[in-house]
């Protein structure tokens, strides 16, 4: 399995952007779906943005699309995610994950458990 870890979480003001970063060790990094999920205090799990293998399939939630892009580097191991015009509506803690599903990208989105690598998460606040 790949190891996981998220950086460049924070606090910022609303309107402004904020990239998130994650690290992957371990093998066959291009043989994964990557997603970003974002939890917040006594709410369930949200799905976020997921990346197919290649780099150019791309899948966001209705709540971040236009706003939120991600990508992924397979020569360094890494996934981003740029957040743009940060809402009140965006704090959480925000969360990498790796699949090796073969199913689509849609239905991945729909179904965290079917990403079997977690990272630990990174807080992102927002001031108003």
């Known amino acids: 399995q790949v190891q996981l870890v998220e950086s460049g979480g924070g606090l910022v003001q609303a309107g402004d952007s904020l990239r998130l970063s994650c690290a992957a060790s371990g093998r066959s990094f291009n043989a994964y779906v990557l997603g970003w999920f974002r939890q917040a205090p006594g709410q369930e799990r949200e799905f976020v943005a997921t990346i197919d293998r290649s780099g150019r399939i791309t899948v966001y939630a209705d709540s971040v699309k236009g706003r939120f892009t991600i990508s992924r580097d397979n020569a360094k191991n890494t996934v981003n995610l740029l957040m743009s015009s940060l809402r009140p509506d965006d704090p959480a803690v925000y969360s990498c994950?790796?699949?090796?599903?073969?199913?689509?990208?849609?239905?991945?989105?729909?179904?965290?458990?079917?990403?079997?690598?977690w990272g630990q998460g990174t807080q992102v606040t927002v001031s108003t």
């Open positions: 994950a790796a699949s090796l599903s073969p199913r689509p990208l849609g239905i991945l989105s729909r179904d965290p458990n079917l990403f079997n690598s």
